[in-house]
C-alpha cells in the first residue's frame, strides 16, 4: 500500500496551487504533517495579494484588511431519513480567526460554543463560490478600529498574467469594484510586492455613461453591469468592452453565473403601499401562504393597504449571449436556486438542496427585518407565481441558515 505521506514536496505543493479554496487546502493539510508542511497557511492562498487594502471612496490614507471568505453547502452523513443541507460561508475575521458568516450578509457572523467544533472532513461539500469583503468586521467589536468601508461596494479579485496587464511578469492579481461615484475602480498586485509592482492606490476607470449596478469575474474576466443592463468586461489597459446592450426596466442590477451561463438578474423597487395577506396559497413554499405582499395602490376589496418603504416586487432573469452580444430573457430557473447577497450572488440546484422545486430568488432584503430580533431580513420570489414573501414564510428554505440542522449537533449561541 503506497505511503501518502511520502510525496515529493514539489509535487505536494503543486497540487496544492490547483486547490482554489481556502476550505479544500484546510482539508489538504489536515492528510498529514509532510502535507500541511508542503504549503504556507494564507488564506488568500496563491493569490499575490497584499494585508491590507485602501478604500476606493476613501480621501486617507488609511487602509484595511481584505478577507476571502467561501460558500459551501454542507450535506448531511448519509441517512434513511431526508435531512436538509447546510448552507455557510467560512472566511477570516479581521484578526484572521476563521468564522462562520451568515450567507447573505458582509457583517452578522455566528458563534459556535467552545469547545465544540464541526468536523467537515467527512461530510460531502459543495463549493458554490467565494466573496472578498475589505474592512473590519465584525463591525460591532469595540476592541477593532473604526471601519471606514461603509460605502465599500462588492469587491471581485481574480488571478491574471502581470505582463498582459502591464505589471512586471509572472502572474497578478487584480480586484474590481465599484466607487462611490458609480465608476469602475481597479487596483493591481504582482508577483513582487514591490512599488513598481502594485499599485499604491486604486485606478478610477473614466467610462461611465450610467453608473454602475455590479461587478463577477466570469469565465476568468472582469465583467460589469450598469443600472441600465449594458454589461461590460474591462481589458488590460483598463478600457471597456461592452458584451450585451442594455435592458430597462428593473432599479437594480445583478450578476449570476448559474451552471456556466451569466445571468443578469432585474430587481424592481417600489414604494407602493402594501399589505399583509393570510389567505394567500403559498403554493409550494412550504408554509401556509401567510406574509405574503400583495401590490395595491390603498384601498382594494375592502382591505386596508398600509404604506411601506420602497421594497423588491418582482425580478426578472436574462441570459447573456456572448456571440449576439445581448440579453436573451429568462422565463424559468427550471430547478436553480439564486441567491444574491451583500456581497456575492451564486446559485445552487434543487437536488443539491434537497427540496423538490427551485425557480426562485433568495435575496437580501431590510424589509424583512425584524426589529424586535436580530434576525437578517431575507425575502423569496418565486417565479411563475410572482409573489414575494418573507424567508420565515418557507420552512424548506429557512432551513439552510441559522440555526444549524439538528444533525450537525453543536451548541450555539
Keep these: 500500500m503506497a505511503d501518502w505521506s511520502q510525496l515529493p514536496k514539489d509535487l505536494l505543493h503543486l497540487i496544492s496551487q490547483k486547490l482554489n479554496s481556502h476550505f479544500y487546502q484546510l482539508r489538504f493539510r489536515s492528510v498529514c504533517s509532510s502535507w500541511r508542511s508542503s504549503t504556507p497557511q494564507n488564506h488568500h492562498h496563491h493569490l499575490n495579494l497584499p494585508p491590507k487594502f485602501p478604500i476606493p471612496s476613501n480621501n486617507h490614507d488609511s487602509t484595511f484588511p481584505l478577507s476571502k471568505r467561501t460558500l459551501f453547502l454542507i450535506s448531511p452523513p448519509p441517512n434513511p431519513h431526508t435531512l436538509q443541507p447546510w448552507l455557510i460561508k467560512i472566511g477570516p ?21 467552545s ?86 492606490k486604486w485606478m478610477i476607470i473614466p467610462d461611465m455613461l450610467t453608473p454602475y449596478d455590479d461587478v463577477c469575474v466570469y469565465k476568468g474576466r472582469p465583467f460589469a453591469v450598469d443600472s441600465t443592463g449594458r454589461a461590460v468586461v474591462v481589458g488590460p489597459d ?21 451552471e456556466g451561463d451569466l445571468l443578469l438578474v432585474d430587481k424592481y423597487l417600489s414604494c407602493l403601499v402594501n399589505c399583509l395577506r393570510d389567505d394567500v396559497d403559498g403554493g409550494g413554499g412550504g408554509g401556509d401562504g401567510g406574509g405574503f405582499y400583495e401590490i395595491g395602490h390603498g384601498y382594494l376589496d375592502g382591505e386596508f393597504y398600509e404604506i411601506g418603504r420602497e421594497r423588491a416586487v418582482r425580478f426578472d432573469v436574462f441570459r447573456l449571449d456572448e456571440k449576439r452580444k445581448k440579453w436573451v430573457e429568462v422565463k424559468s430557473l427550471e430547478d436553480r436556486v439564486l441567491f444574491l447577497g451583500e456581497d456575492c450572488a451564486f446559485s445552487a440546484s434543487a ?5 423538490g422545486y427551485g425557480n426562485c430568488v433568495i435575496f437580501r432584503d431590510d424589509v424583512y427585518s425584524d426589529s424586535q430580533s436580530s434576525e437578517l431580513g431575507v425575502g ?31 451548541g450555539l449561541r
Excluded at 118 to 123: A, P, R, S, T
Excluded at 238 to 258: H, I, T
Excluded at 388 to 395: R, T, V, Y
Aim: aromatic share 12%; net charge negative.
Design 238 to 258: 483598463l478600457s471597456v468592452e461592452m458584451v450585451a446592450g442594455p435592458v430597462f426596466g428593473g432599479d437594480k442590477k445583478f450578476l449570476v453565473e448559474s
Design 115 to 200: 469547545p465544540n467544533s464541526i468536523d467537515f472532513n467527512h461530510l460531502p461539500v459543495i463549493d458554490l463560490g467565494c466573496e472578498f469583503v475589505i474592512g473590519n468586521f465584525p463591525s460591532q467589536s469595540s476592541s477593532l478600529p473604526p471601519n471606514n468601508s461603509l460605502y465599500m461596494e462588492k469587491v471581485v479579485v481574480f488571478e491574471a498574467d502581470a505582463d498582459t496587464w502591464q505589471i512586471g511578469k509572472g502572474r497578478c492579481s487584480i480586484l474590481l469594484t465599484i466607487h462611490i461615484s458609480g465608476k469602475l475602480a481597479v487596483f493591481r498586485c504582482g508577483d513582487e510586492r514591490s512599488d513598481d509592482r502594485c499599485d499604491e
Design 380 to 410: 423569496v420570489f418565486q417565479f411563475g407565481r410572482f409573489r414575494i414573501a418573507p424567508l420565515s414564510c418557507f420552512p424548506c428554505y429557512s432551513m439552510f441558515f441559522w440555526p444549524p440542522p439538528e444533525w450537525v449537533g453543536v
Design 351 to 355: 437536488l443539491d438542496l434537497r427540496i
Design 93 to 113: 475575521d479581521s484578526r484572521d480567526q476563521t468564522r462562520l458568516w451568515h450567507p447573505l450578509s458582509r457583517d452578522k457572523q455566528f458563534s459556535i460554543h
